[in-house]
């Protein structure tokens, strides 16, 4: 026998159908972006609203708007917005991966090295070296030169034993 839904917050939450599957996850979206820009008890709301970041009237105005401009939301996508200080419009929005969207955050260190500007996440995952190596490295002092990403000498490394 199937277990029946509990109620969230007193509203059960619309059973999913096949056609209308992306439909109803692009109107979470669609919610959770207003309510983290203007419900004050949203946990979200100090990073959002509480920081000037509104939501288009166009978009306030329906969700029909809303899907219009950005479309259906793609599997494994959420919404982010290009400039992570402006607001959601049509031309600050899109649907961006996890990744995508943690190379987009405020508190990111970027760095520059050869006139290429990344993040320190994508400098790790390009080179093949840990994150946190980098950001120690840079701790301590490391220029941001092309010596950053020497590859760590292993601790596993091989011992020359003594001849007898």
């Known amino acids: 026998m199937r277990k029946k839904q509990k109620p969230v917050l007193g509203f059960r939450r619309p059973p999913r159908k096949r056609g209308r599957e992306f439909e109803l996850s692009t109107n979470a979206c669609w919610v959770g972006m207003i309510a983290r820009c203007y419900n004050q008890?949203?946990?979200d709301y100090k990073n959002y609203g509480g920081r000037g970041i509104r939501v288009c009237g166009r978009w306030l105005e329906s969700f029909d708007n809303f899907l219009a401009d950005m479309g259906a939301r793609p599997l494994g996508m959420?919404?982010?917005r290009v400039d992570c200080?402006?607001?959601?419009?049509?031309?600050?929005c899109r649907w961006a991966t996890q990744r995508t969207q943690q190379n987009?955050?405020?508190?990111?260190?970027?760095?520059?090295?050869?006139?290429?500007?990344?993040t320190i996440a994508m400098w790790a995952r390009e080179r093949n070296i840990h994150p946190r190596m980098l950001?120690?490295?840079l701790a301590r002092g490391w220029p941001h030169t092309e010596r950053l990403f020497?590859?760590?000498?292993s601790p596993?490394?091989?011992r020359k034993t003594r001849s007898a």
């Open 104 to 118: 987009n955050r405020r508190d990111n260190h970027w760095i520059t090295v050869g006139g290429e500007r990344k």
């Open 135 to 137: 950001s120690k490295r």
């Open 156 to 158: 596993k490394a091989p």
């Open 85 to 92: 200080d402006g607001d959601y419009h049509a031309d600050n």
């Open 150 to 153: 020497i590859p760590p000498i």
């Open 41 to 43: 008890r949203n946990a």
């Open 78 to 80: 959420s919404l982010d």
